[in-house]
């Protein structure tokens, strides 16, 4: 039987195609790979001589032609499906680049690493031999702790940042507070569903409005997005800290928190705390009758909120 959302990859990969940009694999070092869907205009048709019918595409320009900005997803999803409502949006005026982080589409390491330092440090490693100089992170979720990290360890990289419904640091008092106001055990049963069941409970938290969609759906979702199950509940488990371990950065980026205001999952006084340890650098804006996947459930709100301060940077 066609897995239904298997088989919308191709559209979407249509749609971004249209939109201007291109998955690339690249070798971070020996044994890592990431997918990063990078703009067009960076790449150049070739064809094989053997076969001329098989286009192949290879990097020709490698600096962007506009400001960068670094769209990084959650841990639900990979990149173009996490973003597939901004990267549009966004392109005319940005140069726009998609990550698949490690574990996620077609992004592997054999490094026994799964830390966020490890996620930020590939990353960044991949995007300069990209061709990268300087860039504007936006982070969703669990790709909003990577983009902090980036923003700490790389000041000179990172000119800036909007973050959603994500924290600093998965400490464990945040993860054992939020697990226990969610009635979930453990991080996995959460973010890694086994049934349509748990599936279910995972959309039900994450969205603010009742979404409804068939058992099979959600059966092809569990199937098409939730592979390398036991790497990425080395993730998890690589991700909660303790509380005595953190110190709060002075980041010397501007930082933008865009919210939500119906987020289960990190909710809105997290956020408004957050802002104040931040400090004077750190704004925040929330979105009304949205949730956890505020840049799904509001898209054009959330579009215009980007374009906005970005427009204040550049």
Request: hydrophobic share 40%.
């Amino acid at each position: 039987m066609v897995n239904l959302v298997a088989a919308q990859k191709p559209l979407l990969l249509g749609l971004m195609k249209m939109a201007g940009i291109r998955p690339h694999t690249i070798e971070i070092e020996p044994g890592t790979v990431m997918n990063i869907w990078i703009p067009c205009e960076t790449l150049k048709k070739t064809m094989k001589k053997s076969q001329k019918s098989t286009t192949e595409y290879q990097v020709t320009k490698p600096k962007p032609t506009k400001p960068v900005v670094v769209l990084i997803h959650g841990f639900a999803a990979e990149g173009i499906v996490t973003w597939q409502f901004q990267v549009g949006s966004l392109a005319k005026k940005y140069s726009v680049y998609v990550p698949d982080l490690l574990f996620f589409g077609g992004s592997t390491t054999n490094s026994p690493d799964r830390s966020p330092t490890f996620q930020a440090e590939c990353l960044v490693k991949g995007l300069r031999k990209l061709g990268v100089e300087r860039c504007t992170v936006v982070g969703f979720s669990y790709g909003g702790m990577v983009a902090f990290k980036m923003a700490e360890m790389y000041p000179e990289f990172v000119e800036a940042e909007v973050i959603s419904g994500s924290v600093l640091a998965m400490t464990d008092s945040i993860s054992n507070e939020t697990l226990e106001s969610l009635g979930f055990s453990s991080s996995a049963q959460l973010l890694l569903p086994n049934t349509v069941k748990e599936c279910k409970a995972l959309l039900k938290v994450a969205a603010h409005k009742k979404l409804w969609f068939p058992n099979r759906l959600h059966k092809d979702f569990l199937e098409a997005m939730f592979n390398n199950r036991k790497e990425r509940a080395e993730l998890l488990e690589g991700l909660v800290v303790s509380n005595k371990d953190i110190v709060i950065p002075k980041f010397p980026q501007r930082i933008h928190l865009l919210w939500g205001e119906e987020d289960q999952i990190f909710k809105l006084e997290l956020a408004q705390n957050m802002k104040e340890q931040l400090g004077d650098k750190a704004t925040f804006e929330g979105i009304e009758k949205a949730g956890h996947l505020v840049h799904i459930e509001r898209p054009c709100v959330y579009n215009r909120c980007l374009k906005k301060f970005f427009a204040s940077l550049y």
